[in-house]
Structure formats: structure tokens, C-alpha cells
């Protein structure tokens, strides 16, 4: 889970210790676990990095040697960015990649244990983006994308906001490339002035909104704060002075994942104690990893369309959403040779198709209910590669 850092003070140290005695449990390879040169390390996305610690945690309690494992995007502990880990035994330090494009990087870097060079330090990547011409080619020497899921991405605002409850993609390029500035420009009755954010560089929910809206250059009016994590609702931006007047992109599967299935945060209005923002335990059901980081903030339309449906925790992301706005998630391998559908042969296991005679552990029905749990569609593309 990220951990927010302190806003303000007035919660005791003793309660402080018993919450995080009583959180859900943290993310990366357990405390104390390095991952062995052969095991299987992910790296990268924040919108599924707890997704995909599930999903490893099941396969290893399941299966012997090798191990997989998921490295969190920021410290899941203290909440750092761009820590330093070391991914594997045997591998060098790195900081710690913060999101899709980070992950890709890191992954398209081809790092291998200098004590056990058949073993990379990295064997994929999160990534909840496309991919982009500047990343290497579906080819040999390049990576291959893996479907896993599917998300929906809209805006999302808090609840007094002046920002209307549905725009348009034409309203939406408008406020990123900052040709409407004021609300009532885009429908709204307020004449405030729009507050555009993006989460941080590398975020691939910020690549993928701003591929469907149109925009390669945010304005200038757009404000990308480094250190503001994607699909986080509780950062001091969300209760500050321009708190109604902020639009952010956000996913509905993270949101649902977070609202419906998740741990609760420490008190009932999301806020930091005097050290930082801790999740309670939750009740049976409740998701083994991470917690509700909504906070304020609330999802809303775009075209009409809705980027979820039902209620509760029966909602589900929306697959009529405007399809623009409606995402594959993956995960990245390199491109390999050895095998029809081009997945290394030593990651079959995980991520081979739904199809295949032997499905990836991943692509597996009896996962479609985690996949569910954390506020994901399943995909009968499961598997296939681009």
C-alpha cells in the first residue's frame, strides 16, 4: 500500500503502533524473502501492483521452486518513491521503478545476476498502457505485451466539486491542452478556474487518458506533481484550497478494487494520524493487499457513458464505457523465439493464454474471481500478446 506522509498531527503513537500491528499485509517479496536467481520477479504499475501480489501469492502457495514475486511502485512500508531494492539475490541495487513505463524500462534494460547470467534481474513488467513507438519492438530483441485484464479510465473530482458529472472527450482535450480554463466553458455553471493534474512521469494511467483525449503536450495549466501517485485520493491537493475546482484521471478497477473490497483506512474521512495513513484490518472478504486510497474523490461520466456498473460490491467496470476509455492491462515479457506464442518458455506457467492446453496460472478461470476482487474485468484475450 502507498503510505501518505504526515498532513497533520493529533493521533497517539500507541494508536499508531497498534494500527500498523493490524493492517492488511504489505506487498514486495515478504519480509525477510529474497528472491532466489531463478525465481520470477514483475516490476512497474501501480494500477495492478497489488492485483498482481495476489495473484503471485497464490500461484506460490500452490506450486513449488521457482517463486513469483512483485515488486510494489513505491515502498509499501514507508511509502517511498524510488527506493533502492534489490530485485533479485545476486543483483545489483536499482531504484525502485514507479509505474508502467519505469517497469518497461527496467525490464527492456535486459539486466542480468552477475553471479548467474541464464537469470535476468528482471522477468516482466506491470504495465497498465499500450504500447508506445518509443518502446522496443514486438520482435525478437524486443518485448512482447500480455492481456491480463481490463480496466476503464474516466476523471474523477471530489463531491463539491464545480465540475460537471460528465464532459465529453472534446471537453476533456479542451482542459488538458488548456483551451477552457473556466468550468462554464465546458458545460459547468461555475466560472472558477480549472485545476488539471496528472499523477507522476511514467504513470501508465496517465498515458493511456492521454492518448484517448488527444493530447501528446499537456498545457502549461496542467499541473504533474512528482511525488502524486496515480489513483490515490487522499493526497493534501484533494482537501486544499482548490479542492473543487481538480480534475485527475483516474481507474474505475482500481477504484472499485479499493472502495468495495479493500481495508479500510485508519479513521472514516481517509486522513493521516501523526505518522501516516495506515489501513485497519477489515472483515472477512476483505482483499489481502492494500486499502481503500479513494479519499474523496468520486468517478464520473464521459460521453454519456458510465466507467462502471452495478452497485456495491457487485459493481463492475463498465464494458460499454466509451471505448476509447476502456484499456487492456498487461503484463510485459521479452519477445521470445522459442515458443508459438512468443512468452519465454520459463513464463508459460504464469501468462500462456486462456486457449492454450496448458492455460498461465494467471489466465486460469478459478482467477477470474481475484481478478474481480480487485476491481478488474476478466478477458477471454487473457494470454494473447501484441
Not at 527492456?108 to 547470467?117: I, K, Q, W, Y
Not at 478556474?193 to 503536450?217: C, D, E
Not at 471505448?323 to 518458455?345: E, G, K, M
Request: proline letters at 8%.
Amino acid at each position: 500500500m502507498r503510505i501518505i506522509t504526515k498532513l497533520f498531527a493529533g493521533v497517539a503513537m500507541v494508536t499508531t503502533v497498534m494500527a500498523l500491528a493490524a493492517g492488511p499485509a504489505l506487498a514486495d517479496p515478504p519480509s525477510g524473502t529474497t528472491p532466489a536467481a531463478s525465481d520470477v520477479v514483475g516490476v512497474g504499475s501501480n494500477t495492478t501492483e497489488y492485483l498482481l501480489d495476489q495473484l503471485s501469492l497464490n500461484y506460490d502457495n500452490s506450486h513449488g521452486s521457482p517463486s513469483i514475486y512483485s515488486w510494489d511502485a513505491t515502498n509499501p512500508t514507508t511509502g517511498a518513491i524510488g527506493d533502492h531494492i534489490v530485485t533479485k539475490a545476486g543483483c545489483r541495487t536499482i531504484p525502485r521503478p514507479d509505474g508502467s513505463s519505469a517497469g518497461i524500462t527496467t525490464l527492456a534494460s535486459n539486466v542480468r545476476d552477475p553471479a548467474a547470467t541464464a537469470n535476468y534481474c528482471v522477468d516482466y513488467a506491470r504495465s497498465s498502457r499500450g504500447r508506445k513507438s518509443t518502446d522496443p519492438g514486438n520482435g525478437p530483441g524486443g518485448i512482447r505485451f500480455i492481456r491480463l485484464a481490463t480496466d476503464t479510465v474516466t476523471y474523477a473530482s471530489t463531491p463539491a466539486s464545480n465540475a460537471p458529472t460528465n464532459l465529453t472527450t472534446a471537453d476533456l482535450t479542451d482542459i488538458y491542452d488548456c483551451t477552457a480554463t473556466h468550468w462554464n466553458q465546458v458545460g459547468g455553471t461555475s466560472t472558477a478556474t480549472i485545476h488539471p493534474y496528472l499523477a507522476q512521469a511514467g504513470s501508465g494511467t496517465v498515458s493511456f487518458f492521454l492518448t484517448a483525449i488527444g493530447v501528446t503536450t499537456p498545457g502549461s495549466c496542467v499541473v504533474e506533481p512528482s511525488t502524486l501517485e496515480e489513483n490515490e485520493g487522499v493526497d493534501p491537493i484533494f482537501t486544499g484550497p482548490n479542492k473543487n475546482n481538480i480534475i485527475i484521471p483516474y481507474s474505475a478497477g482500481k477504484w472499485l478494487g479499493q472502495a468495495y473490497h479493500s481495508a479500510h483506512c485508519f479513521n472514516a474521512a481517509c486522513a493521516p494520524n501523526s505518522m501516516h495513513l495506515i489501513c485497519n484490518a477489515g472483515s472477512g472478504g476483505t482483499n489481502a493487499f492494500g486499502c481503500d486510497v479513494n479519499g474523496l474523490v468520486k468517478l464520473n461520466d464521459i460521453n454519456g457513458t458510465s466507467p462502471t456498473t452495478g452497485t456495491g460490491a457487485s459493481a463492475t467496470v463498465n464494458p460499454h464505457f466509451t471505448a476509447d476509455f476502456i484499456r487492456p492491462l498487461y503484463d510485459v515479457v521479452r519477445y521470445s523465439t522459442a515458443t508459438a506464442d512468443h512468452i519465454p518458455p520459463y513464463l508459460e506457467p504464469f501468462f500462456a493464454a486462456a486457449s492454450a492446453a496448458t492455460p498461465g496460472y494467471f489466465c486460469q478461470t478459478a482467477q477470474q474471481s481475484v481478478l474481480k476482487d480487485y476491481g478488474f474485468l476478466p478477458t477471454p484475450f487473457c494470454g494473447n500478446g501484441s
